[in-house]
């Protein structure tokens, strides 16, 4: 178990580089975003902002904590020898960016092994999400609990499915898209309304702070949910993969308040 002291100096050493990459890709913004390239369609695009604030974000690891491992969306990797990997999303939320909408984030988590608790392997121990539109900065630390702009939050508790509100997302395939419809069919009937503010970073930090009541999405990736994930979970939600037996991941994540969660996995997956 890392102590207190780690926790709460690998918390701030986030918090400290969120806001500045999130700095960064707020002025870039201002002066106009252009698509660099793309990846896994026409549409799941990559800005020079995306590679800038990335580098920015190893290079300000890599000085404060050099012996820690790197994850990043954009490509950059590093074995970590501390037993620390960091898990990096320069933007989360890159087509808002690139359209001026004002759900992107910067998201990192540090994280340590553990075979068990997400699809990955990893799970986050601290973590820092800022979004520098609405100047909203949402960190965590395991055992420490979640906060926006410095006050504590919690998720919703005790929202009858019926009246809650669900966040949810979707991929950058026809094949994806057409899936996750057909999954969307199945809860939109059931709950209060759908919201699809398109940053998985974002969705999971406003379950944590009790603004949405829930989060699902099939085929986010690892730098998606991390952060995200442990602001969650320390403001009182619960993660949920298909099953009891299969962690979250990108084959099917839910977060929410444990009954709320629950309720939505039987009807994604079918009691
Ligand atoms: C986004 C996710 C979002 C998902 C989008 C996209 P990106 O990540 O955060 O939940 O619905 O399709 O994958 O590509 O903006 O980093």
């Not at 709460?8 to 806001?19: D, G, I, P, Q």
């Not at 960091?86 to 359209?99: A, E, F, H, Q, S």
């Not at 999971?204 to 099939?218: I, M, N, P, Q, W």
């Amino acid at each position: 178990m890392l102590t207190r002291e780690l926790l709460t100096l690998l918390r701030s050493t986030a918090e400290e580089v969120v806001r500045e990459a999130g700095t960064l890709i707020h002025h870039r913004r201002a002066s106009g975003v252009r698509v660099d390239d793309t990846k896994s369609s026409v549409n799941d695009i990559v800005t020079p902002a995306d590679r800038e604030a990335e580098a920015l974000i190893v290079d300000l690891l890599t000085a404060r904590r050099p012996s820690d491992g790197i994850v990043a969306e954009e490509g950059h990797a590093r074995t970590p020898s501390s037993g620390i990997t960091w898990v990096i999303d320069p933007i989360d939320g890159t087509v808002n960016y690139l359209y001026n909408l004002p759900a992107f984030c910067v998201s990192i988590a540090a994280t340590v092994e553990d075979p068990d608790r997400y699809a990955d392997g990893r799970r986050a121990v601290a973590a820092a999400v800022f979004n520098p539109r609405t100047n909203e900065m949402f960190v965590a630390a395991e055992r420490l609990g979640a906060t926006r702009n410095g006050e504590p939050i919690r998720a919703s508790v005790d929202v009858p499915l019926g009246q809650s509100l669900v966040a949810t997302g979707f991929g950058y395939t026809r094949e994806r898209r057409l899936a996750q419809h057909e999954l969307l069919g199945r809860v939109i009937g059931e709950v209060r309304d759908i919201r699809r503010f398109g940053s998985a970073a974002y969705d999971l930090c406003l379950v944590a702070a009790g603004r949405v009541d829930a989060y699902f999405e099939v085929g986010i990736q690892p730098w998606d949910w991390a952060a995200g994930a442990l602001v969650a979970t320390e403001a009182g939600a619960v993660t949920l993969g298909p099953s009891e037996h299969v962690p979250p991941g990108s084959d099917f994540f839910i977060a929410g308040s444990p009954g709320l969660a629950h309720q939505l996995r039987d009807l994604l997956v079918g009691s």
